[in-house]
């Protein structure tokens, strides 16, 4: 089993469903100018895999997974709009999308 933070431990998505911890963006630039959320959308959407689960076709066969948990992804702009969110004891949100709501896997 995926190791979890401890406010996620009852929490397993399924069906192809993961959940993500969002990476902050910057608010201020090396030059020392403030960004507007709305400024650069993109650099919004972007996380850290925390747990994924297998999908279902529609015939029910099994899909595996392509994300592990650690994995940085680039998830779709209205990924996750329907407010599916997890807001841990820390005040950390934790945000669950489909697999097929993340556009790429980041390598570093």
């Known amino acids: 089993m995926n190791q ?9 998505p399924i069906n192809g469903n993961i959940i993500l911890k969002d990476i902050p963006r910057k608010k201020k630039t090396s030059g020392g100018i403030y960004l507007p959320d709305t ?24 899909i595996p997974t392509e994300l592990k948990p650690g994995d940085k992804v680039m998830y779709s702009f209205l990924a996750g709009a ?21 556009v790429a896997k980041i390598e570093e």
């Not at 979890?4 to 397993?12: K, S």
């Not at 400024?39 to 099994?62: A, R, Y």
């Open 4 to 12: 979890l933070p401890v406010e996620l431990r009852d929490v397993q």
């Open 39 to 62: 400024d650069v959308p993109e650099l919004n959407c972007l996380g850290i895999v925390i747990f994924s689960s297998d999908g279902k076709s529609k015939k029910g066969k099994t």
């Open 82 to 102: 329907k407010g599916y969110t997890i807001k841990a004891d820390d005040g950390t949100f934790y945000r669950v999308i489909e697999e097929k709501e993340v």
